[in-house]
């Protein structure tokens, strides 16, 4: 035995030599056979039976000659890998030798015989082929068993029976352990966590692989709504009803891996099928099956669509596939030829009611696993949260998520009961909130909404009090259905505040403020990107960007502030796609994706008649006046005005005003300099000061962080870095000359 496992590791070690120097990657199945073809113990068996020896060698070297090249950085043979079709056949030689020691005396005809067999049984290869059409066939073994074998009698034949036939199930169960996932063992098992609810759609599953043509299914559905766990829980009831079924798990990444030799990834499929079609009794699972269609991310690779679309027809096969709503849209549906032969099954997100049920049950998993106690109370704050906060995920995966996160925090602060200020710390980690926001309920923050915004915008008071009104009206549920959440416009001039309380609204709520410059949409053929590009040109369906940059938004941002600012700079074919928006709350891409702006807060802003307002202002000093509603009516068309809920009007900014946010400005600056132990002083000169300069810019409250920030600030942190401040100091500013003068 090993001389016989020496003899086969020169053979490698050959054959590695033969790899390298065809600049391969793998030392793979013909590698080895053109070692064989070289080596004289073979060639002497070879012309004894008038093998054409040649013919073989050549058909070899032309095979292997197209094998992609390696990387010619590392040159050394002991960097080349052994293919898993070489490891297959030497489990093989090792097979065939146990057989066939006791019958063929002459250890170098043992040796040839084993190695030649153990080629043809390496269905579906180059290799085999070779041999067979060149008379290298198992009749040809039986004639060199017949001439060497000392004890020639039915033993010889029940081995090359047991060998090209009896072995064939041991070679079925080897491809699937290597290329599937037994799921129905999985469920079988006492880790696996029971599917909750679905029980209509376990039945209508049941149903449609019930049928006798193309009872094949794709689950279709965001992510983490429970895709994967459906099949499970069906795998489930088919181990406890049909017990002679079978559910297996596509390993993708094994399937597709070194798939170096042309025909490599085709030989795989049609084994798949044959195994499949002759077991009739399982139920194939290809997760992600958007993989299979190679025109996307997956386009290096074959496209296995049309490889698979065999395996789909005649029902013999059952097939469940599971991709995302993008996925299918992306890669799947443009095939029609492969989307014919699926049932589309679209699995819902769970209600709020079956998610906590689900929650409920799978709870004590992690209790167990983090030695924790999750009440019923903490439940209902982490759905209720979840359901606040998580906008762009699904129940029940982004409940689960917290539920594991929290447990895992309180592991790592050693904490057995889980609290409701754990919950808030974790959530403030994941969201980027401040902690007392989240704590508060949502009745302090709309009781408080109005006085708490105007802390931050100062002088626009009749305006704030209008949003706080739209907020709390949308927050009712008066409005109507099928609408967006609020629809306002802010009319003002630049600096007024316009832009910063949408800033300020999306704090207090605690939603995502997503702004879009409208200056940008000027065009007319920029609608394309907000909606996506139309049919027939450039980035049609490219994933995302293909969608088009607002569809992509929403999608991602359901509960969000839509700003767009300076609205009258864009093009009037999005005042038309604005339409639909606030008139029925959806808007479709080009592409045909929908969404939903119901939980969507939109507010434009407009400067339209802020041009006029200025030259009537420096004309006849004019500080009252408002930018023309005749202005405003001239630039959006009455259907568009209409649809709006409410226009706000922000005022100029008058002086007292301005005062009073300079000193706010001034106020932050002086608590920051108060933490470097820096006590920082300033005068009425200096309010005035800065006051003046805004007003002459026309330009609101904008321009007053440039100066401080210019003037002001980079004084002052020159002299913190420079070290004169290292211990602290005192800094006085004054006005001397019309500059500013900082004394101690």
Not at 185 to 198: H, M, T
């Amino acid at each position: 035995m090993i001389d016989f496992v020496e003899r086969l590791q020169e053979l490698i070690n050959e054959s590695k030599k033969v790899a390298q120097n065809y600049s391969s990657k793998y030392v793979h199945l013909e590698h080895v056979l053109y070692v064989v073809m070289k080596d004289e113990h073979f060639l002497k068996l070879f012309k004894k039976y008038k093998i054409d020896y040649k013919k073989i060698t050549k058909e070899l070297e032309d095979f292997i000659s197209n094998y992609p090249l390696m990387e010619h950085i590392e040159s050394s043979s002991d960097n080349i890998e052994i293919s898993p079709h070489v490891l297959v056949f030497l489990g093989y030689c090792n097979l065939c030798h146990k057989c066939n020691e006791d019958v063929v005396i002459n250890k170098d005809v043992l040796f040839i015989t084993n190695v030649i067999a153990s080629f043809l049984f390496m269905e579906e290869t180059f290799s085999q082929k070779i041999l067979l059409s060149n008379n290298v066939s198992p009749l040809f073994l039986t004639k060199i068993y017949q001439s060497y074998s000392s004890n020639m009698s039915n033993r010889v034949s029940e081995i090359i029976n047991e060998t090209l036939d009896g072995s064939s199930n041991k070679k079925e169960q080897l491809f699937l352990s290597q290329y599937t996932i037994n799921l129905t063992e999985k469920v079988k098992g006492k880790e696996w966590q029971p599917l909750i609810g679905r029980d209509d759609e376990l039945e209508l599953l049941q149903y449609i692989l019930l049928r006798h043509d193309k009872p094949n299914i794709i689950l279709v559905g965001n992510h983490g709504v429970g895709k994967s766990k459906l099949v499970e829980g069906l795998a489930k009831i088919y181990s406890e009803k049909y017990t002679d079924k079978e559910f297996l798990l596509l390993d993708n990444l094994s399937f597709t891996a070194n798939i170096m030799v042309k025909g490599e990834i085709e030989n795989r499929v049609k084994t798949l099928h044959n195994i499949l079609n002759k077991k009739e009794n399982v139920v194939l699972i290809i997760d992600d099956i958007h993989f299979m269609c190679g025109n996307g991310d997956y386009s290096s690779q074959n496209d296995l669509s049309s490889l698979f679309k065999p395996m789909l027809c005649d029902g013999k096969i059952k097939i469940i596939g599971i991709t995302t709503n993008e996925d299918y849209r992306r890669f799947i549906e443009k095939d029609d030829n492969f989307v014919k032969n699926f049932f589309k099954f679209t699995v819902k997100e769970p209600s709020f009611d079956e998610t906590k049920n689900i929650i409920m049950n799978i709870k004590s998993l992690y209790e167990n696993n983090f030695n924790v106690t999750f009440s019923e109370k903490i439940i209902d704050l982490i759905m209720d949260y979840c359901n606040r906060y998580f906008y762009n995920k699904f129940f029940p995966e982004k409940a689960i998520d917290i539920l594991d996160t929290v447990g895992a925090y309180a592991t790592y602060h050693n904490e057995k009961e889980i609290s409701e200020d754990m919950i808030y710390k974790v959530l403030s980690i994941l969201l980027g909130i401040p902690l007392n926001n989240i704590s508060l309920s949502e009745e302090e923050i709309y009781k408080n909404l109005e006085n708490t915004i105007k802390k931050e915008i100062i002088g626009q008071d009749e305006a704030v009090k209008k949003v706080s009104e739209a907020v709390i009206i949308s927050k009712s549920g008066l409005r109507e259905t099928n609408k967006t959440a609020i629809s306002l416009m802010f009319k003002g001039s630049s600096g007024v505040g316009k832009t910063e309380i949408c800033k300020v609204l999306s704090k207090i709520l605690n939603i995502p403020l997503v702004r879009f410059d409208m200056s940008e949409y000027m065009e007319e053929h920029s609608v394309s990107k907000l909606l996506g590009a139309p049919p027939g040109y450039k980035g049609f369906g490219d994933g995302k960007s293909g969608n088009g940059l607002l569809i992509n938004a929403i999608d991602e941002h359901p509960s969000c502030i839509l700003l767009l600012d300076e609205i009258e700079k864009a093009n009037s074919k999005i005042h038309n796609v604005l339409l639909q928006v606030m008139d029925n709350g959806k808007l479709t891409s080009s592409s045909g994706k929908s969404v939903s702006f119901e939980h969507v807060y939109l507010i434009m802003t407009s400067n339209v008649g802020s041009y006029n307002s200025h030259k009537i202002r420096i004309g006849f000093g004019n500080d009252d006046y408002t930018p023309s509603d005749q202005d405003y009516e001239d630039r959006f068309l009455p259907e568009f005005r209409n649809r709006i809920d409410s226009t706000i009007t922000f005022n100029n900014l008058s002086s007292d005003v301005l005062k009073t946010i300079c000193i706010k400005f001034l106020d932050e600056l002086k608590s920051i300099l108060s933490k470097k132990m820096i006590d920082f002083e300033y005068n009425d000169d200096i309010i005035n000061y800065i006051v003046k300069k805004v007003e002459n810019s026309n330009n609101g409250a904008r321009p007053m962080k440039h100066i401080i920030t210019n003037e002001i600030k980079n004084v002052i942190a020159k002299d913190i870095v420079f070290g004169k401040y290292k211990n602290g100091g005192k800094i006085l500013l004054k006005i001397k000359d019309n500059k500013i003068y900082f004394g101690e």
